[in-house]
């Protein structure tokens, strides 16, 4: 009798079997998606195989409901970059298949009609120069030779590595390959779908949370029968199914957005190295600030280091100036004088500004002027934010909305007051000095309505806008020649946050926001105000030095024995009821401990400890952090699956979290 293996998404670690329909041949069905019955649930499952099996007495197997997909989705490559996921993020393989296959996906009601492919839009390319010469040759020579190898590109701000890439994706394409090349921020992927459609014509795919599930499907299918030969996207479009896979591009390398947060947390770096095995293929990850693991492991030969240490043209990096309240003057605004001055003389040299601040909205604080507490949102254990226009409180964290006329909680006094800046609050200042300036604000808030990403960047390419405004989805990547000030407000908000990568991460925010100035013929110059100076990550990003900054932060991390000189795993424990979170985390605990003892794990486990913001949406949240070396951690995680918590207590692990807060 004929029986179907299904990969169900859900946390149990097994496969299910179920009876083919009637009138269908199995073996058909094998590597489509079906809905069937589980539990009292209708869910989507992939089929992963078809066995014929003799005593099914015992077996009271289920019929699947229905099939979805009219081809085959899944590749023998699919199922082992699942397992490979399932193993090293401890999640089922349903759970992996369909983080890689959405569920979601659907297939269009009428299959359209191919386009005719429109006529190849040839754009010249730029004549390389020595040092993108030598990128070029190292990674064409491998892909050449069909052979797996990785790369770190590190190059510096304006280094033009956007063009080393495009030589790659060309090698690519003559050898009949096809290329995957990932972004952090859908608004980087959208100035790149417009320098690859100028140089490759229709050949592109672009993949993103933003797509319809028709699109989606429409779009893995043309990857899949060669339709397509280049994919463009976020993290999930290293999952992209080519068959030819040739080369793999990571841009930005050091970016966060690569990690998955939710269940399974893989990150799209490793599994761009894992299919570049699989398929003989390059991997190159891009970045002027490479992630402190990237560049140690290209120290130590794991990776091979193409360095690109200079500009185009030879042109100079910005000049850096570092402010701070106490040297400069008495001040009334959140801009500094100086910094005001800057970005007068810039706009009067119709040249563009960038002012980056890393907070929505208008003030992050309110406060009760009578006893001094602050506002914070009822579900969360955080301040809520000042909004304008429409003026209100919101919640970043829960969506909570509250009118302005909000009462102190403590002593129900009305007389409230708000502190710090965000974003609106500059913007409302820039707009009041410069009248007549075009100002265009970018952040949370505005790239949610559609068109704004693509707004900010047509405008400040096209030199409609004079000053663009924005958190850190402007701070890197973007490459507008006319910009020769940039201005970073307040450069200290991730530098003190109780995380192991919270230096770093402000050293990466600040080098790649000063590297947006200055790319073209003007000389770039850059202001950072300030609190802390003196700081180290402050300074080497002043000085765009890069290497003192990663020997100073490994130092640090050797000492306190984070990544990279051990592997992580975050525990994260919830509960709606406070006690119950704190008593469950307290049992987990000493259950890792002892099985780590029993099963003589080298591990160290700290905690268990309130998360940074201890209650989101009234749930309490609480952390157990296990430190050690992979091998070790997985197989503690694997055990988790026999502690049983009490009811209502979330339980998740996330392997190599990207922070820990
Ligand atoms: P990066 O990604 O390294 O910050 P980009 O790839 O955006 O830098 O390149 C910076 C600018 O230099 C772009 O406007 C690009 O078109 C231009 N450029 C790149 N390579 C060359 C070259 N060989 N000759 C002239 N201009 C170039
Ligand atoms: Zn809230």
Same mark, same amino acid.
Request: net charge positive; with cysteine.
């Given at each position: 009798m004929i029986v179907l293996e299904l990969a169900v998404p859900v946390p149990l670690n097994k496969t299910f079997y179920y009876l083919p329909p009637e009138n269908l041949n199995p073996k058909n069905i094998v590597g489509k998606r079906v809905k069937a019955q589980f539990g009292k649930r209708t869910l989507t499952a992939y089929v992963i195989s078809c066995l014929d099996v003799e005593n099914t007495d015992d077996l009271k197997l289920k019929r699947i409901i229905e099939v979805e997909d009219n081809d085959s989705l899944i590749t023998e490559e699919t199922v082992e970059i699942a397992n490979y996921i399932s193993k090293n993020y401890v999640c089922s393989l349903g759970e992996a298949l369909a983080s890689m296959i959405p569920v979601s996906m659907k297939l269009p009601k009428r299959i359209p009609k191919n386009k005719i492919a429109d006529g190849e839009e040839i754009c010249e390319n730029h004549i390389l120069n020595a040092q993108q010469t030598n990128a070029v040759n190292l990674i064409n020579k491998n892909l050449k030779k069909k052979i797996y190898n990785a790369f770190l590109l590190y190059g510096i701000t304006a280094s033009g590595k956007t063009e080393v890439y495009i030589n790659a994706v060309e090698c690519a394409l003559k050898q009949n390959r096809s290329t995957i090349m990932l972004f952090p921020e859908i608004s980087l992927t959208t100035q790149f779908v417009d320098i690859m459609t100028k140089r490759f014509g229709t050949n592109i795919g672009v993949w993103h949370s933003g797509i319809s599930n028709v699109e989606k499907y429409s779009l893995f299918s043309k990857a899949k029968n060669g339709g397509i030969k280049i994919m463009i996207g976020a993290r999930s479009a290293v999952f992209a199914p080519f068959e030819n896979l040739g080369l793999i591009i990571v841009d930005e390398e050091h970016e966060r957005a690569y990690k998955q947060d939710k269940k399974p947390s893989y990150d799209a770096r490793e599994i761009a190295k894992q299919r570049g095995v699989y398929h003989n293929a390059v991997v190159v990850l891009g970045s002027a600030t490479p992630s402190l693991e990237s560049y140690k492991d290209a120290i130590e030969n794991k990776l091979n280091l193409i360095e690109l240490s200079e500009r185009i043209h030879k042109r100079d990096l910005p000049e850096v100036k570092v402010l701070t309240s106490k040297n400069g003057t008495f001040q009334t605004g959140v801009l500094f004088s100086e910094t005001i001055e800057a970005v007068s003389k810039a706009l009067s040299r119709r040249e563009q500004v960038i002012v980056f601040l890393n907070r929505r909205g208008y003030s992050p604080v309110i406060m009760c002027r009578k006893c001094g507490s602050v506002y914070q949102c009822p579900n969360c254990s955080i301040s809520m934010v000042f909004h304008r226009n429409p003026d209100m409180l919101k919640c970043h964290y829960c969506g909570e909305i509250k009118n302005l006329s909000a009462t102190c909680s403590k002593c129900k006094n009305k007389d409230m007051t708000v502190f710090g800046t965000g974003t609106q609050k500059v913007e409302n200042e820039l707009k009041k000095l410069f009248k007549n300036a075009k100002i265009f604000r970018l952040d949370g808030d505005t790239a949610s309505s559609k068109g704004n990403y693509e707004k900010a960047y047509n405008g400040m390419k096209n030199e409609e806008y004079d000053i663009l405004i924005g958190t850190q989805m402007i701070a890197k990547g973007f490459d507008f020649p006319r910009v020769s000030l940039v201005c970073v407000i307040d450069a200290d908000t991730s530098l003190y946050l109780p995380d192991f990568k919270s230096v770093e991460k402000t050293f990466q925010l600040i080098t790649q926001v000063a590297g947006r100035s200055g790319r073209g013929d003007m000389r770039g110059s850059v202001i950072v105000q300030t609190s802390h100076p003196q700081h180290y990550a402050i300074e080497c990003a002043k000085n765009h030095d890069f290497v003192s900054f990663y020997k100073t932060e490994i130092e640090e991390r050797k000492r306190l024995f984070y990544p990279p000189y051990c592997?992580?795993?975050? !525990?994260?424990?919830?509960n709606k009821e406070e006690k119950r979170a704190e008593e469950d985390s307290? =049992?987990? #605990?000493? #259950?890792?401990?002892?099985?780590? =003892?029993?099963?003589?794990?080298?591990? =160290?486990? $700290?905690?268990?400890?309130?998360? &940074? +913001?201890?209650? +989101?949406?009234?749930?309490?949240?609480? &952390? !157990?952090?296990?430190?050690?070396?992979?091998?070790?951690?997985?197989?503690?995680?694997?055990?988790?699956?026999? #502690?049983?918590?009490?009811?209502?207590? #979330? +339980?998740? +692990?996330?392997?190599?979290?990207?922070? $820990?807060?």
């Open positions: 592997d992580l795993a975050k !525990i994260s424990i919830r307290e =049992k987990l #605990f000493s #259950f890792l401990e002892s099985t780590a =003892k029993i099963c003589k794990l080298n591990l =160290k486990l $700290l905690g268990p400890v309130s998360a &940074y +913001i201890a209650k +989101i949406n009234n749930v309490y949240r609480k &952390y !157990i952090i296990i430190k050690g070396d992979r091998g070790n951690i997985l197989e503690l995680a694997r055990l988790l699956e026999d #502690f049983k918590q009490s009811s209502g207590t #979330f +339980i998740g +692990i996330e392997i190599m979290p990207s922070d $820990l807060i």
